[in-house]
């Protein structure tokens, strides 16, 4: 089988690539290693800054999410039992879309299909092959029977753990990495969020945040140590514990009932360089990983996808390769700008194991700094909703 660009992960950045490209004309094959359900089956976040939207237009995507989704124009930020807003509209003129990435993926999937696009599900072993050559091949074996893909380029969207970022030799790829001592303890529930915006509280007893999926499905997180296993969470000791870690008149106010889903996230930031080897390209988690506290994972994908799904028009149809040579570069200027927000964004609150009374007081600082400054709301409001690509 041969296509012009085969797309490693059928997750939302080897989807909306995929989709983009089918609409340019340009032909890719998606090669994902589970089924369509296990992929749906995943419960992420879905913050979406306004250059995602734009691409989900752009790909003729978007039509149910903004019939569905929820405008915020900015968050709440808790000090223990002090509440003050970052308010995105008045700041940037801009706010962020809600849309749980479940459905976006969903969308993404129903688009595909409704293109004809190729997805070859239960796709194992595959590797890639002449990344450096001229005539790239990707290898993989599905219902038991060993495939060959020959293509022009390949897209690594397979997300942390997939192999694309290990194809490129370790002499010359360099990885950074920050691990957090603490994960998220998640919590789904078909309840009312407790607020009509997030609310990201910090608090002596850790970090919580108040998130949504829509007017009727609440999404809750606690700071919890890394020990922690979510059997250990009874769904009366979360919501206990959430109460303790919001201010007071928001507890008062949450409803709480059974959990749909409950899990445990550790907290990384990493970026691995360069984001390109020969006719390879990485896009999303399979380059890049940021905590969660800035809800900027797949909205940094969405600036990778940009960047490449334009570079392969321009070499496609000028035969000009100057946005390929130029993809990592681009896209790893905006990545670390996301990596530092997410990192800036969990150290103000989240409480580390191994801080002192100066290191609170310095948070506290900060803290106090963002409440009363408009400048450093305005900072933190152009990160959240997204800076330029
Ligand atoms: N072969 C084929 N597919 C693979 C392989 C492999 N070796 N390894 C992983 N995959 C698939 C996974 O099953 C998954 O569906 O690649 C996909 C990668 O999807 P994500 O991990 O979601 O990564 P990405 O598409 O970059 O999405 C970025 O979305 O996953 C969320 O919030 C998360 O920030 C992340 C964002
Ligand atoms: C979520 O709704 O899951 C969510 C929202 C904002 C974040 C992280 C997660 O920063």
Not at 23 to 39: C, F, M, P, Q, Y
Not at 219 to 242: G, I, T
Request: aromatic share 10%.
């Amino acid at each position: 089988m041969r296509t012009q660009v085969a797309i490693i992960g059928g997750g939302p950045s080897g989807l909306l690539l995929s989709q983009l490209l089918h609409r340019s004309g340009i032909d890719t094959v998606v090669l994902e290693r589970k089924t369509r359900a296990h992929v749906l089956g995943r419960i992420r976040a879905g913050i979406l800054e306004v250059g995602f939207v734009d691409l989900m237009q752009e790909a003729g995507v978007a039509d149910r999410m903004m019939r569905e989704c929820l405008v915020h124009q900015g968050v709440i930020i808790a000090d223990g039992d002090e509440t003050f807003n970052i308010d995105f509209q008045d700041l940037t003129g801009t706010s962020v879309v809600v849309y749980g990435q479940t459905e976006l993926t969903r969308d993404l999937y129903d688009a595909r299909e409704a293109m004809d696009g190729k997805i070859i599900f239960n796709a194992e072993n595959v590797e890639i092959h002449g990344a450096e050559s001229d005539a790239p091949y990707v290898t993989y074996r599905v219902d038991g029977a060993e495939q060959r893909l020959k293509c022009d380029y390949v897209a690594g969207c397979d997300g942390f753990h997939g192999v694309s970022r290990q194809t490129i030799p370790g002499d010359v790829r360099r990885d950074f990495e920050r691990l957090y001592p603490f994960g998220w303890l998640g919590v789904l529930s078909d309840t009312p969020p407790v607020h009509d915006e997030l609310i990201y509280s910090s608090s002596k007893r850790g970090f919580s945040l108040c998130s949504m999926r829509s007017k009727n499905r609440s999404r809750y997180y606690l700071q919890v140590p890394l020990s922690d296993r979510p059997e250990d969470w009874s769904d009366a000791a979360f919501w206990q514990e959430l109460k303790r870690r919001i201010p007071g008149a928001v507890a008062e106010t949450l409803i709480t009932g059974p959990s749909i889903e409950k899990s445990i996230a550790p907290l990384r930031s990493f970026v691995s360089e360069p984001m390109r080897w020969g006719r390879l390209f990485l896009c999303g988690d399979a380059a890049h990983i940021v905590p969660p506290t800035g809800a900027k994972g797949l909205n940094t994908a969405a600036s990778d996808i940009h960047y490449l799904f334009n570079a392969l028009v321009q070499v496609f149809e000028e035969r000009d390769s100057e946005g390929i040579d130029r993809y990592s570069e681009r896209a790893l200027a905006r990545v670390w700008k996301a990596e530092r927000f997410s990192w800036w964004l969990t150290n103000l609150l989240h409480r580390f194991p191994e801080q002192d009374g100066f290191d609170q007081r310095m948070q506290r600082a900060e803290l106090a700094f963002l409440r009363e400054n408009r400048h450093a709301q305005t900072v933190m409001a152009q990160n959240y909703v997204g800076l330029p690509y």
